[in-house]
């Protein structure tokens, strides 16, 4: 048995006994005489004192049979993966625990599968080996207690080393999405990869091709969501990986910022999401995927818009509208939600809206025209404005902060007096249909947009401003 800390023993022995009902489903694998081992991530959690409320499970017992089980603890039993060997399940004690108890198993890809083969194993050692990394592959026997580190993966989680069980280049053959799960450890966990782990990342990045788009997408999301994103990110474009599954990411490491500041756009950017999450908590947000994202993405428009201009000076012209279309379309490749991409893509688009006004006052106008085309995004628009100043220059950092915190300001006192996250024409489509006599139609809807803009213009008109001012461009129109 590994040496362990007194704390640790401690932390081991209380998931041991993480309620009656726990212990009493335990207890009943090993009566139907079935080994039942902690295992993975609930081992290594537990070790790191950071254990949330899942329990995962390896056994002997097959999935019928694990099934048969767990039953008599609880109603609430889901089949997550016949297949797989994987029956889940909640066992509610003081805390709700979701288990998942998988068979002993191995599995491989095939050169040119999307899935793995499934082999169910009879064996705990098989079943370890197979297993991402050596800190996945530490086991708690529930009936002893004993902590089961064939692979030595205390000592890597002590060291804070991302290594696998066996030989890397066959682990990430077997399964390539754990080249990924590296990066995301080294962002979720702050753990290094060893050189030789890096070096079976970069030889076989491109079977990262046969993992499919909701499995890569899972795990980038779960890296944008980490404490510290930069380091996974770095791994990610350091061994190619990302010239496969986000190659905009990689392609900014090759242009210079239009500031000639920074080492690159691909450093300015990293840096940019570092501060958005900064932003994030100082503004009390929990980890917000669009808002990460949005800073991920906000300068993939750079490398197509890049221009050389007289005097030496580099332009990325319209960057903005050509970085929204390209993040909608990686975001679709990556099949993430729609609202998702509706949401970071707009926030792409409008990410320098601000700097547009230069640094003169802001009139009522303007500011309404910044609400109304952020809209519900408004929130996450000035976390990324204010996290895409990166300037060294002190001077003009502060009076970017200073104009921008004019701005939120502005916006603040005009909603207070407008009501500006509603923000519509003083006449509906009903009234304006009675005013001007007309049906339903798209009269109605370029009337009701002309109203909008007077709206924004000039503020609140009231009804009968409105109405007189609507005839008068109806008038108009009829002349034309």
Known sequence: MPDLTAERRAALDAVLAAGPKVRQLTEAFAAAGHELYLVGGSVRDALLGRLGTDLDYTTSAHPDQIEQIVRKFTKAVWDVGRAYGTIACRIDDKTSWLVEITTFRADSYVDHSRKPEVVFGDHL?????????????????????????????????????????????????????????????????GFRPTPDVIAAMKADAERIRIISAERVRDELTKLMLSPDPRPGLELLVDTGLADIVLPELPALRMESDEHNRHKDVFDHTLIVVEQAIELERARGHAPDLI????????????????????????????????????????????????????????????????????????????????????????????????????????????????????????????????????????????QIMEVLGI??????????????????????????????????????????
């Open 125 to 189: 050692g098989g079943d370890l080996i197979r297993r991402d990394f050596t800190v996945n592959a530490m086991a708690l026997d529930t009936v002893t207690g004993e902590l089961l580190d064939p692979f030595k993966g205390l000592d890597d989680l002590e060291a804070c080393l991302i290594r696998t069980p066996s030989a890397p280049e066959i682990s990430f053959s077997d399964d390539p999405l754990r080249m990924m799960r590296a990066a995301r450890f080294a962002s979720q966990l």
């Open 291 to 430: 808002s990460r994202l949005a800073a991920l993405f906000h300068d993939i428009g750079k490398p197509a818009t890049r221009r050389f201009e007289p005097g030496g000076k580099v332009s990325f012209h319209h960057h903005d509208v050509v970085g929204a279309k390209l993040t909608r379309k990686r975001m679709e490749a990556l099949h993430f939600s729609n609202d998702e991409i509706k949401a970071v893509s707009k926030l792409v688009e409008l990410h320098l809206r601000f700097h547009g006004y230069g640094e003169g006052q802001w009139t009522d106008s303007a500011v309404r025209r910044y609400v109304r085309d952020a809209g519900d995004q408004l929130e996450r628009l000035h976390i990324l404005t204010r996290s895409d100043c990166t300037t060294r220059n002190q001077r003009k950092a502060d009076t970017l902060r200073r104009a921008y915190e004019e701005l939120e300001w502005r916006i603040d006192e005009l909603a207070a007096q407008e009501e500006l996250d509603s923000m519509r024409p003083d006449l509906d489509g009903t």
């Open 439 to 480: 049906g339903p139609g798209r009269e109605v809807g370029a009337a009701y947009k002309y109203l909008l803009e007077r709206r924004i213009d000039d503020g609140p008109l009231g009804e009968q401003r409105a109405k007189d001012e609507l005839l008068a461009w109806w008038a108009g129109r009829q002349e034309n």
